[in-house]
């Protein structure tokens, strides 16, 4: 019979209990992954942070269309042109050879109207529109039908005023903006490759006054996005407009807005300042609400249709 071993004495503590030594390790291990989770959460939580912080600003950043300006109020641009395609909007009317858009884009220049002429022409607006103004934000006169914003309604200020007219409006004023539609329409049809005698001026031709007064019918609602060729003007195959009044010294807010697929881009106005493009639905576009001061301009458009076309406003 094999003489049986006698067991060892037991380590202090029993098995299960490791030694000094070991203690200390698992202590330190157990530390240093506490540790670990903290700082994972603390980064967890800052990147959460800057996560939000990115998307708020990214949300604001498409609410306001400010992606990318194509003019900014403090340069003098001569000649900036960008093409896009062209929609089918104009595959819906009838085409006119030579005229209507094959070339599709927008156009910035300051370089066509001098700052002086802008300020002639705005004081124009200011005498027109000191006859009547709308109850909200935004007053319109047309020279053309005589359309003049007053109240919440539109007068024709040639009948309401009679030959009061005459002393707030001279000839030479209608010889400028004679003088400045041709300059404009001259300068859209280089930029297009069209014939500029194939264009017509179309209704309506307006100036246009906003404020930040609060709007009280829906003509005083401009802020809206539109594609002028569908849904507001069918006429209208160039759409221009020369700006009166300078971003961030006359008025806050009020820039133009085209709302591009991924990218909006604005234009800041500028006095004397020309913006043009074709009038479908690759130019759709809004106006951002005017926070303070008065944002004045000029609408001029032009159509390839003659039935659509008109004569310039004349003093009668």
Same mark, same amino acid.
């Given at each position: 019979m094999a003489p049986q071993r006698r067991a060892g004495p037991k380590a202090a503590g029993g098995p299960s209990?490791?030694?000094?030594?070991?203690?200390?390790?698992?202590?330190?291990n157990r530390a240093h992954q506490e540790s670990q989770k903290k700082s994972l959460k603390v980064a967890f939580l800052v990147s959460s942070a800057v996560l939000v912080s990115l998307?708020?600003?990214s949300y604001l950043v498409c609410e306001d269309g400010v992606t990318e300006v194509l003019a900014h109020y403090s340069e003098s641009l001569r000649d900036r042109f960008i093409e896009v395609p062209c929609s089918e909007d104009y595959d819906s009317h009838k085409r006119f050879e030579g005229c209507t858009p094959r070339k599709c884009g927008r156009g910035i220049t300051d370089t $066509?109207? @001098?700052?002086?002429?802008?300020e002639r022409i705005r004081r124009i607006a200011e005498r027109g529109l000191s006859l009547?103004?709308?109850?909200?934000?935004?007053?319109?006169?047309?020279l053309y039908s005589g359309a003049l914003s007053v109240g919440k309604h539109f007068v024709n200020l040639y009948r309401y005023f009679g030959n009061k007219i005459q002393e707030v409006f001279t000839e030479e004023d209608f010889q400028l903006y004679r003088d400045v539609r041709q300059r404009i329409q001259q300068t859209i049809s280089q930029a297009f490759g069209i014939s500029s005698s194939s264009m017509y001026l179309?209704?309506?031709t307006f100036f246009s006054r906003i404020n930040s007064t609060e709007a009280k019918t829906?003509?005083?609602?401009y802020w809206h996005p539109h594609i002028d060729k $569908?849904? @507001?003007?069918?006429?209208?195959?160039?759409?221009?407009?020369?700006?009166?009044s300078d971003y961030t010294e006359d008025f806050g807010g009020g820039r133009f807005v085209f709302m591009d697929v991924g990218a909006n881009k604005t234009v800041e106005p500028r006095a004397g300042r020309v913006s043009f493009f074709t009038s479908g639905s690759e130019n759709l576009h809004r106006v951002e609400k005017v926070r303070w001061g008065t944002r004045y301009a000029i609408t001029i458009s032009f159509t390839c249709n003659p039935d659509h076309g008109i004569g310039d406003p004349v003093l009668t």
């Open positions: 209990s490791p030694e000094p030594g070991r203690a200390v390790c698992v202590r330190r998307l708020s600003w $066509v109207i @001098t700052r002086e002429e802008a009547g103004g709308s109850d909200g934000g935004a007053s319109i006169l047309d179309t209704k309506p829906t003509h005083d609602e $569908v849904v @507001t003007y069918g006429s209208f195959d160039y759409t221009s407009l020369l700006y009166l």
